[in-house]
């Protein structure tokens, strides 16, 4: 607030709700703008129509990748590139645009949204009953399948707690080193660098590795597919593995299709027997 706004020269002081002591309270109208932020981001709705077209078309483009000259880092690099490509194209084809309001909730559908469109064109009680009706049963859905996830899928029962309450700070002490208290940024930056430089130009004596027995070199294994599969299905269906919008979610799906799975398991094996 700009006390040299002219705004602030709207006050009036108002004696009769002045209280035992002598002050008069101030009163003083201050403007404020109204002004609507909108938060918008790409998705496309869990076991929507859309989420099975998109990953109707990531296994298309999937199948038609060529991985038959996978010998070299560019090999490799030319191969993911072109997946990266596919699932790009695919997520701008099948997401949509959603603004995120006070009023968002995850659990609102489409019949929702329907439900309510009529009743606000014809304003009947039917209609507004229907639409609580909806709502109702749309909501205990939602939480039931919530709930079944949690209890026999992820089991991140933390799922179900407010993560945006205040959170008390941890309690702290001051850090000291060689009997001092480490009060400023110099003194902490020489405790820090004196603490894991402690050893620097000690003389070692790595005469006791002679009696160590040296082990073969040992490849590192291939993946198979059952490894494979066994290690994505304990991946989370809530979390993401890289910022390309792809969920674990979608990949499980993707590598339902073999010739989908045995794509991606020849890239991972690329990668090892190159040396990538």
Not at 240 to 268: E, F, Q
Request: aromatic share 10%; hydrophobic share 35%.
């Amino acid at each position: 607030m700009n006390p040299n706004n002219p705004g602030f020269n709207k006050h009036t002081l108002n004696p009769d709700i002045r209280l035992p002591s002598d002050h008069i309270p101030l009163i003083i109208e201050v403007g404020i703008k109204e002004e609507n932020i909108d938060i918008t981001f790409k998705a496309i709705k869990k076991d929507s129509k859309e989420e099975e077209a998109f990953i109707r078309d990531l296994m298309k483009e999937v199948r038609n990748i060529d991985m038959s000259e996978l010998k070299n880092q560019l090999d490799i690099q030319r191969c993911t590139a072109k997946l990266e490509k596919i699932f790009k194209d695919a997520w701008s084809t099948h997401s949509t645009t959603k603004r995120i309001t006070k009023h968002s909730k995850e659990w609102w559908n489409e019949q929702c949204t329907d439900c309510i469109n009529k009743y606000h064109e014809t304003g009947d009680i039917n209609s507004w009953r229907s639409f609580k009706s909806a709502v109702r049963n749309t909501k205990r859905s939602f939480f039931d399948q919530k709930i079944q996830e949690i209890a026999t899928s992820n089991k991140r029962l933390w799922d179900l707690m407010n993560w945006v309450k205040k959170k008390n700070l941890p309690a702290i002490e001051t850090i000291y080193h060689e009997g001092q208290p480490c009060n400023n940024l110099p003194i902490l930056w020489n405790a820090f660098y004196n603490s894991y430089n402690s050893a620097k130009d000690r003389p070692i004596n790595t005469r006791f590795l002679e009696g160590i027995n040296q082990c073969n070199d040992i490849d590192w294994p291939l993946f198979t597919d059952q490894e494979f599969s066994d290690a994505i299905a304990k991946c989370s269906n809530a979390s993401s593995p890289s910022p390309d919008y792809v969920m674990w979610r979608h990949i499980k799906h993707l590598v339902l299709d073999k010739t989908c799975h045995s794509k991606i398991v020849n890239i991972a094996n690329a990668c090892i027997s190159i040396g990538y």
